[in-house]
Each structure stands twice: as C-alpha cells, then as structure tokens.
C-alpha cells in the first residue's frame, strides 16, 4: 500500500515539477525576446531624438510618464495591451535618452564616452544574466535591501539636481550603478525561481535596471572624461 502511494506521489509530483521547469524557460525566454526588442526600439527613439535635437521633456514630464506608463503596464501585464504599454514605456524612456545621448557626444570624446558606457552596460548585464543562470544561485534576499536603496538614491539625486552638487551627483550615479547590478541579479534570479512569471513585468524589470546602469556608466565616464 505505501509503495503504491509512493510511486503514485512521484509520478505526480514528475510532471508536475516537469510543467514548472517548462514555465519558467517559456518566462525567461519571452523576456529576453520582448527585452531585445525594447531596447532596440527605444535605442531607435533614442536616435530620433538625438538626430532630430529634440529638447528633453524635463524632470517633472519624464517622472510623470515614467510611472503613469509603468502603472498602466502594471494594469495591463495579463493582457496583449501590456507588450504594447511596455513599447510605449521604452520607447518614451528612449526619447529621454536622446537629448542626453546629445549633450554627452557634444563633448571632447564624447563618442568614445559613449561607446564605452554602451559596452560596458552590456558587458555587466551579459555578465550578471550569465552568472545567475550558470549557479542558479537565488537572490531574493537582496529585494529589501535594493528598494530602500533604490529610495535613498533617487531622493538623494533630486537633491543634487536641486542644489547642484557635483559630488552628490557623482555618489549617486555609483549608487545607481550598483543598485541596477543588484536588480539584474534578483529579477533574473526570480524568474529562474519561479518567484517572477510574468514576462511583462519582468522586460520592465530588466529595461529600466539597463536603462539606469547605462546613465549611471554614462555619466560616471563623462565626468572622468572631463577631468
């Protein structure tokens, strides 16, 4: 009777945990397919943007678009509206990106600051994705942490906007650097844990940790560049 529970449990528990491993490649797979093609479209809007000399929105525009779009992608994650609200969140954040992208290739070298703050971001985002994915290794504890970081670096950034402070800014855009790190290391972690299946939200995820590591990387070696 027991060998009969126990095989019946384990020929339940096989597909099961089969259907589970299955679910988890199918997340991680359609969110490195949407998060490609975000980024190549909100570097497309970058461009424009860039080409075109377009003026930046401003703080007070790009924060309001940045999470009323980010709200509206949340409400629409289960549906196929939630891939067309996450273009309309990249490519936005893309168009912020270009007068920036300007005003840093206005510089001396500001090319090759460029390029390197663009290879430098892919090189630590293929590195943290490789690594978690090799050791499997889980990070949620880190989410805690990551938030009242997130919290403190963004109040800190708009005090060195306001009251401009040079140093603040510096400290800052390395505190963004590490906390878009530690993003890539949880998020990728929790969709290989199953503690992220929707690769909506996850794209989002991912996309702003990258947006944010190559702003930070940016603007890290452009104050290098102009010392």
Do not use: C
């Not at 299955?22 to 479209?41: D, P």
């Not at 930046?56 to 891939?83: A, C, D, N, Q």
């Not at 690594?131 to 970081?149: H, I, N, P, Y």
């Not at 400290?171 to 844990?193: K, N």
Request: charge should be neutral; hydrophobic fraction near 55%; proline fraction near 3%.
């Amino acid at each position: 009777m027991s060998n009969e529970r126990f095989g019946s449990t384990l020929a339940t528990s096989r597909p099961v945990g089969e259907a589970s491993l299955l679910s988890t490649h199918k997340v991680l797979r359609n969110t490195y397919a949407l998060l490609a093609m975000t980024l190549l479209f909100s570097g497309l809007t970058a461009g424009a943007a860039a080409a075109l000399k377009l003026p930046h929105p401003g703080l007070i525009i790009t924060l309001v678009g940045y999470f009323g779009l980010l709200f509206l992608t949340m409400k629409l994650r289960e549906s196929s509206w939630g891939v067309l609200s996450v273009f309309a969140l990249t490519g936005f954040m893309g168009y912020t990106l270009g007068p920036i992208i300007s005003m840093y290739l206005a510089m001396p070298n500001g090319h090759q600051t460029v390029m390197l703050a663009l290879g430098g971001t892919g090189a630590i985002f293929l590195g943290l994705s490789a690594f978690v994915l090799a050791t499997r290794k889980d990070f949620s504890f880190m989410g805690g942490f990551l938030v009242v970081g997130a919290l403190v670096a963004f109040v800190a950034g708009l005090a060195a906007i306001f009251f401009q402070l040079p140093a603040l800014s510096l400290a800052v855009s390395a505190a963004f650097m590490l906390i878009a790190s530690g993003l890539i290391l949880y998020e990728t972690s929790a969709i290989i844990h199953g503690g992220e299946t929707n690769y909506v939200m996850a794209t989002v995820s991912l996309y702003v940790s990258i947006y944010n590591l190559f702003v930070s990387l940016l603007s890290l070696l452009g104050i290098g560049g102009n010392d």
